[in-house]
C-alpha cells in the first residue's frame, strides 16, 4: 500500500527523472547538424539555410533516411556547391537503385590522414586537410533514367545510368568535379 511518504517520493522520483530526460535533450546537440571545421578555417554562414532547403528538395525528401541525413550533412559543411540535384533527364522520375556513404572515419592513420614527423610535417593534409580536420564524407547516388526505347533494367548493360557524387571537402570552381 502507498503511504503518502511513499507517494510524495515516487512522485519527487518521477519528477526528477521527467526533468533530467528533458535537461538531457534539450543539452545534447542535434547529431551532425551544421558540422563546422574549427578556426582558422571559414565555417559555413548560411549552414542553416542549406539545411532547410536541402531537406525540402524533390529529389531528396524520399530518399532512404541514411542517404538523407548525409546529404544534408554535406549541405551543412562549408562547400562550394550544395549536393548535385538528381534531375530526371527522362519523362519519368529517375530510379535510385544505388547509393554509398563514404567517409574516412575509422581508418588507420596513414600519410594523408595523420602528421608523421620527418615524413608529411610539412605538407597539408590532402584528405583531411581541406576542413581542417574534419573527416572526409560523402555520398554516391545511382539512379536509372528510363529514357524512350532504353531498357528500365538497372542490371541491363544498355539502360541509361547516372551517377551523382558529393564529397566533403572537394571544393570545385566549375561544378564539373570528376
Not at 533530467?20 to 549552414?47: D, F, K, V, W
Request: hydrophobic share 45%; aromatic share 6%; net charge negative.
Amino acid at each position: 500500500m502507498l503511504t503518502p511518504t511513499r507517494v510524495a517520493a515516487t512522485t519527487s522520483t518521477v519528477l526528477l527523472a521527467l526533468l533530467l530526460a528533458m535537461a538531457t535533450t534539450i543539452a545534447r546537440p542535434s547529431r551532425g547538424y551544421a558540422e563546422q571545421p574549427p578556426a582558422p578555417c571559414h565555417p559555413n554562414p548560411n549552414a542553416a539555410a542549406d539545411h532547410a532547403a536541402m531537406a525540402a528538395r524533390g529529389d531528396i525528401v524520399n530518399l532512404p533516411q541514411p542517404l538523407r541525413d548525409r546529404l544534408l550533412q554535406l549541405a551543412d559543411r562549408p562547400h562550394t556547391y550544395l549536393p548535385i540535384q538528381a534531375f530526371a533527364e527522362a519523362d519519368g522520375a529517375s530510379q535510385l537503385f544505388q547509393y554509398y556513404l563514404l567517409d574516412t572515419t575509422g581508418f588507420e592513420p596513414n600519410v594523408f590522414t595523420a602528421i608523421f614527423a620527418g615524413i608529411n610535417d610539412q605538407v597539408q593534409l590532402t584528405v583531411t586537410g581541406a576542413n581542417c580536420g574534419l573527416p572526409t564524407i560523402g555520398a554516391v547516388r545511382v539512379v536509372l533514367e528510363p529514357k524512350p526505347g532504353l531498357p528500365t533494367d538497372p542490371n541491363n548493360p544498355r539502360a541509361f545510368i547516372d551517377v551523382f557524387t558529393d564529397i566533403s571537402p572537394v571544393f570545385v570552381i566549375n561544378n564539373e568535379s570528376g
